[in-house]
């Protein structure tokens, strides 16, 4: 059974950093993007970034919000992706979501659970 | 402001058809195809239609996506009260150079 959970969140301080992970199983973890998505309390879903497997190079996309502050990398022996985020700002108050991207129909048909994170003094 | 546009609400009563629409542009919809996403507040979203129209396994054909030009909808008929959820379009951004979100329907079955 595919399964992805994240893990990681919690309050933080604006300005400080934070490490999200996203373990995977059930599946060949390193033939797959991982995009992560989050919502904002009373918000739509927004796209943050994604990963792409190593087949593709393994080259990572952000979102014009995050971009400069959030970086995504992936270790494939160990099944899991990592979003770090840095100076992070109060709307990035969130709940984040990792999922899988299938290859080569382009959806993500497989999310976490998500994991709140809060950006607060 | 998302740069897909979705009404923020649609209703229906049970056993009716309703259709929820997206709006985007040539960078978007027109030139990439569209994923929709059921979400239940506190749960994981779920995907409804992958490549504009295909259902995964185990989504009931109630269920249908399609595309035109610049616009795509997902259809649902025979309504339900379990279908009362939001629901969001998704498609790559040829411009953006990621993926971009409609900002949600909220569905409710009266």
């Known amino acids: 059974e595919v399964q992805l959970a994240e893990s990681g969140g919690g309050l933080v301080q604006p300005g400080r950093s934070l490490r999200l992970s996203c373990t995977a199983s059930?599946?060949?973890?390193?033939?797959?993007?991982i995009h992560w998505v989050r919502q904002a309390p009373g918000k739509g879903l927004e796209w943050v970034g994604f990963i792409r497997s190593q087949g593709y190079g393994g080259t990572t996309e952000n979102a014009a919000s995050v971009k400069g502050r959030f970086t995504i990398s992936r270790d494939d022996a160990r099944a899991i992706a990592y979003l770090q985020m840095n100076s992070l700002k109060t709307e990035d108050t969130a709940v984040y979501y990792c999922?899988?991207?299938?290859?080569?129909?382009?959806?993500?048909?497989?999310w976490g659970q998500g994991t709140l994170v809060t950006v607060s003094s | 402001q998302s740069v897909l546009t979705q009404s923020p609400s649609a209703s229906g009563t049970p056993g009716q058809r309703v259709t929820i629409s997206c709006s985007g542009s040539s960078s978007n919809i027109e030139s990439n195809t569209v994923n929709w996403f059921q979400h239940l507040p506190g749960t994981a979203p779920k995907l409804l239609i992958y490549?504009?129209?295909q259902r995964p396994s185990g989504v009931p054909d109630r269920f249908s996506g399609s595309k035109s030009g610049t616009s795509a909808s997902l259809a649902i008929s025979g309504l339900q009260s379990e279908d009362e959820a939001d629901y969001y379009c998704a498609a790559w951004d040829d411009s953006l150079i990621g993926w971009v979100f409609g900002g949600g329907t909220k569905l409710t079955v009266l």
């Open positions: 999922a899988r991207e299938d290859d080569p129909s382009g959806g993500f048909d497989h």
């Open positions: 059930g599946f060949t973890f390193g033939d797959y993007a």
């Open positions: 490549s504009n129209y």
